[in-house]
T-cell receptor, first 113, second 112 residues
């Protein structure tokens, strides 16, 4: 299994531009999570899905952030418009059942200039 | 979910056992103890979890005290590649789903 696959690995964009981060979970996993990591705030849960349905998006910082999971094998996290304070590493993770460990992807390092 | 307290950093000599402590004095009966680690520039990696019994796998052992208020992650023979931030997380299984909340963790430095 290739694990959780995220793309792109690195993204540099200008303030005000739209950014889309992509995630392919492990096949058969029915939970998908989006986390953000910064030096100041550490790892923060943004949103998670169960069977493609968003369950809790209380961690999404503001309306500029949106996430979708159109099918079991793909999810996106979109930021529009992007701001410099959105610069962080964004991780996607998936889990088979609620009591199982999460498998994280390698992350997308986003830099907004 | 119960909060956890970990030392911010620890050192360990290569080849020796690394014992990473975690306090979770407010843990409740249905909360599990999870351990993850994050090697520099990588995503967090699941290590082990337990409820009340000690657990062992190919990576580590988890020792949970009888009152469940603290636990210790043991890496039996630490290598340089075990240098990472180790997170102890106490997690409730919710009816609507499940979440992991990461704290500050312990930065383990394995030295030659």
């Amino acid at each position: 299994d290739a694990g959780v696959i995220q793309s792109p690995r690195h993204e540099v964009t200008e303030m005000g531009q739209e950014v889309t981060l992509r995630c392919k979970p492990i096949s058969g996993h029915d939970y998908l999570f989006w986390y953000r990591q910064t030096m100041m705030r550490g790892l923060e849960l943004l949103i998670y899905f169960n069977n493609n349905v968003p369950i809790d998006d209380s961690g999404m910082p503001e309306d500029r952030f949106s996430a979708k999971m159109p099918n079991a094998s793909f999810s996106t996290l979109k930021i529009q418009p992007s701001e410099p304070r959105d610069s962080a590493v964004y991780f996607c993770a998936s889990s088979l059942q609620e009591n199982y460990g999460y498998t994280f992807g390698s992350g997308t390092r986003l830099t907004v200039v | 979910d119960a909060k956890t307290t970990q030392p911010p950093s620890m050192d360990c000599a290569e080849g020796r056992a690394a014992n990473l402590p975690c306090n979770h004095s407010t843990i409740s009966g249905n909360e599990y103890v999870y351990w993850y680690r994050q090697i520099h520039s990588q995503g967090p990696q699941y290590i082990i979890h337990g409820l009340k019994n000690n657990e062992t796998n190919e990576m580590a052992s988890l020792i949970i005290t009888e009152d469940r208020k603290s636990s210790t992650l043991i890496l039996p023979h630490a290598t340089l590649r075990d240098t990472a931030v180790y997170y102890c997380i106490v997690r409730t299984l919710r009816v609507a789903g499940n979440m992991l909340t990461f704290g500050g963790g312990t930065r383990l430095m394995v030295k030659p």
